[in-house]
């Protein structure tokens, strides 16, 4: 197996008993070494590539774990990930990674324990995610209206999701407002947050005669958040998970190449709706005034020139 191993991953570290916590201080070696079926933990792999957290592969007996930490924060964001991964793996369509398990860590920070997946090439299954993303639309469905059982965060920005049944209120309020009210604050920016208050109160008509019904949506689908598995399917990681507008999805297709296959696959399930364009449009200035947020003033003028599209 360690041939094997090192087929695939960087040099990993062997650990023996005294380079390591024992499993009684470390709740991540305590979880795999007993709910998770391992007697052994042979290696651990860093793997990098993640923006926030510390990610890591823990190869046992039983087969290789996939674990992030995160030295700062308690569990909260690690809860909601695993929270989203569970709802979007319910509907049995498209393949996410299964959260096994979140918690703090003894001092201070937190953990996330799931599967590992292999990744492998993923340039054949545009088609595939495009069918597989609107059946998980479909399927992931809720009567309790617009919103998630938790909050949740969109890069680092909080992201709220208190249940609501109104589709226009809730992604006036708890979306682009939130977000322009943020804008202020963080810049004061008055003239983004005058003229996007005036966009929110055209967001009714915008959408009159529009039906909209709650689906779940992974929130966050951009091209670091796609990838495939060794035989191809499709695998989308990393989720900001909430019922909302099909169309919200496509927010942040600016980053995500979809390509025609994609979306030919992915609106013979979801049909396409008279509007659509304009309303990504809006969808998309959501994430775009979130990188202004997060990102600095290189996003300001993309969220301006929507806005100036509607008001
Ligand atoms: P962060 O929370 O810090 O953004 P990511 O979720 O981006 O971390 O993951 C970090 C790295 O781990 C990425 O390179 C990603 O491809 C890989 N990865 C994420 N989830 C899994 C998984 N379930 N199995 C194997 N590798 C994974």
């Given at each position: 197996?360690?041939?094997?191993?090192?087929?695939?991953?960087?040099?990993?570290?062997?650990?023996?008993?005294?380079?390591?916590?024992?499993?009684?201080?470390?709740?991540?070696?305590?979880?795999?070494?007993?709910?998770?079926?391992?007697?052994?933990?042979?290696?651990?792999?860093?793997?990098?590539?993640?923006?926030?957290?510390?990610?890591?592969?823990?190869?046992?007996?039983?087969?290789?774990?996939?674990?992030?930490?995160?030295?700062?924060?308690?569990?909260?964001?690690?809860?909601?990930?695993?929270?989203?991964?569970?709802?979007?793996?319910?509907?049995?369509?498209?393949?996410?990674?299964?959260?096994?398990?979140?918690?703090?860590?003894?001092?201070?920070?937190?953990?996330?324990?799931?599967?590992?997946?292999?990744?492998?090439?993923?340039?054949?299954?545009?088609?595939?995610?495009?069918?597989?993303?609107?059946?998980?639309?479909?399927?992931?469905?809720?009567?309790?209206?617009?919103?998630?059982?938790?909050?949740?965060?969109?890069?680092?920005?909080?992201?709220?999701?208190?249940?609501?049944?109104?589709?226009v209120?809730?992604f006036r309020?708890?979306?682009l407002g939130?977000q322009l009210?943020?804008a202020q604050?963080?810049?004061?920016d008055q003239d983004i947050y005058v003229k996007g208050q005036r966009l929110l109160e055209k967001l009714p008509e915008i959408f009159s005669?529009?039906?909209?019904?709650?689906?779940?949506?992974?929130?966050?689908?951009?091209?670091?958040?796609?990838?495939?598995?060794?035989?191809?399917?499709?695998?989308?990681?990393?989720?900001?998970?909430?019922?909302?507008?099909?169309?919200?999805?496509?927010?942040?297709?600016?980053?995500?190449?979809?390509?025609?296959?994609?979306?030919?696959?992915?609106?013979?399930?979801?049909?396409?709706?008279?509007?659509?364009?304009t309303r990504?449009e809006l969808y998309k200035l959501y994430?775009y005034l979130?990188?202004?947020?997060?990102?600095?003033?290189?996003?300001r003028s993309s969220c301006m020139s929507i806005i100036k599209q509607f008001v």
């Amino acid at each position: 197996s360690e041939a094997r191993v090192n087929q695939y991953g960087p040099p990993g570290e062997l650990i023996p008993g005294a380079a390591m916590a024992s499993a009684e201080s470390d709740p991540v070696r305590h979880w795999i070494t007993t709910e998770g079926g391992a007697t052994q933990i042979t290696r651990i792999w860093p793997i990098g590539g993640g923006c926030i957290n510390d990610a890591s592969r823990y190869d046992t007996d039983v087969g290789p774990f996939f674990v992030k930490i995160n030295r700062n924060e308690g569990p909260s964001m690690f809860a909601a990930e695993q929270a989203g991964l569970e709802a979007m793996h319910n509907t049995g369509t498209i393949r996410v990674p299964r959260p096994y398990k979140v918690g703090p860590l003894p001092r201070r920070g937190s953990y996330i324990i799931m599967e590992y997946i292999q990744f492998g090439a993923s340039n054949r299954s545009q088609a595939v995610l495009g069918e597989q993303l609107a059946e998980m639309h479909l399927k992931g469905s809720t009567d309790r209206g617009f919103g998630f059982h938790m909050d949740n965060t969109i890069g680092s920005t909080p992201q709220h999701n208190p249940w609501t049944k109104d589709w226009v209120e809730f992604f006036r309020v708890h979306r682009l407002g939130f977000q322009l009210s943020l804008a202020q604050q963080q810049y004061n920016d008055q003239d983004i947050y005058v003229k996007g208050q005036r966009l929110l109160e055209k967001l009714p008509e915008i959408f009159s005669g529009v039906h909209v019904q709650p689906v779940l949506l992974h929130g966050d689908l951009w091209s670091g958040n796609i990838s495939a598995d060794v035989d191809g399917n499709p695998v989308i990681l990393d989720p900001a998970c909430y019922y909302g507008h099909s169309e919200a999805e496509f927010g942040m297709s600016w980053c995500a190449s979809f390509s025609p296959s994609f979306y030919n696959a992915y609106f013979k399930v979801i049909p396409k709706q008279p509007g659509f364009e304009t309303r990504v449009e809006l969808y998309k200035l959501y994430h775009y005034l979130n990188h202004y947020n997060l990102f600095g003033s290189g996003y300001r003028s993309s969220c301006m020139s929507i806005i100036k599209q509607f008001v």
